[in-house]
């Protein structure tokens, strides 16, 4: 069985903090933003990660802590020490068994961003944020893959969905099969 979840927002406790942190209105103290993030995902580990991993299931995770790393450490400038101390807290020191990190650049980034606003689907306060802030985000994730290059498999997403999914579809099932799962190709 598989679960697919998100975060923040992965619980409902997390889709109304989800709501009130992405708010493109909403003007977020850092700390309050860090903080926050860290309460979905003590909530999610707790009611959502632990037991579907106690039940056998595969979790797939759009964002988890490393994201806290990028986003709030290296975006805000929180120092590392802190952000790893919580995101201890919050995770119980759960970790992910693989992780694919998505890579674009910062620039076609804005580009999918603009796009997704012209198409009047909705933008979030993130995604607003100065091109500077999203360099430091990219720069954080890309450091945080390379110093972890067994978990972390990046994945660039410059090309056509097709060429993206069938690099997906390398790493993903080879590891599911090392792990004992069925899985078709």
């Given at each position: 069985m598989?679960?697919v979840?998100r975060e923040?927002?992965?619980?409902?406790?997390?889709?109304?903090?989800?709501?009130?942190l992405?708010d493109?209105?909403?003007?977020?103290?850092?700390?309050?933003?860090l903080?926050?993030?860290?309460?979905?995902r003590?909530q999610?580990?707790?009611?959502?990660?632990?037991?579907?991993?106690?039940?056998g299931?595969i979790?797939?995770?759009?964002?988890?802590?490393?994201?806290?790393?990028?986003y709030?450490?290296?975006?805000?400038g929180f120092?590392?020490?802190?952000?790893?101390e919580?995101?201890?807290l919050?995770?119980?020191?759960?970790q992910p068994?693989?992780?694919l990190?998505?890579?674009?650049s910062?620039e076609d980034?804005a580009a999918r961003?603009?796009?997704?606003?012209?198409?009047k689907?909705?933008?979030?306060?993130l995604d607003?944020e100065?091109?500077d802030?999203?360099v430091?985000?990219?720069?954080?994730?890309?450091?945080?893959?390379r110093?972890?290059?067994a978990?972390i498999?990046?994945v660039?997403?410059?090309r056509?969905?097709?060429?993206?999914h069938a690099?997906v579809?390398?790493?993903v099932?080879?590891f599911?099969?090392s792990?004992?799962?069925?899985c078709?190709?």
């Open positions: 598989v679960l979840t923040p927002g992965g619980t409902p406790v997390g889709n109304r903090l989800r709501a009130a992405l493109a209105d909403e003007e977020v103290d850092p700390l309050t933003e903080l926050v993030f860290a309460a979905d003590a999610h580990v707790r009611r959502v990660l632990r037991p579907a991993l106690a039940a299931q979790v797939f995770s759009d964002r988890y802590a490393d994201a806290t790393a990028a709030q450490g290296a975006g805000r120092s590392p020490k802190l952000i790893a919580i995101i201890g919050a995770t119980e020191g759960l068994d693989l992780t990190l998505f890579d674009l910062v980034s961003t603009r796009r997704r606003a012209d198409a689907q909705q933008s979030d306060r607003a100065a091109p802030f999203h430091r985000v990219r720069d954080a994730y890309l450091e945080i893959a110093a972890n290059p978990r498999k990046v660039a997403t410059n056509p969905s097709e060429v993206t690099r579809k390398e790493i099932l080879p599911l099969r792990r004992g799962h069925a078709g190709g």
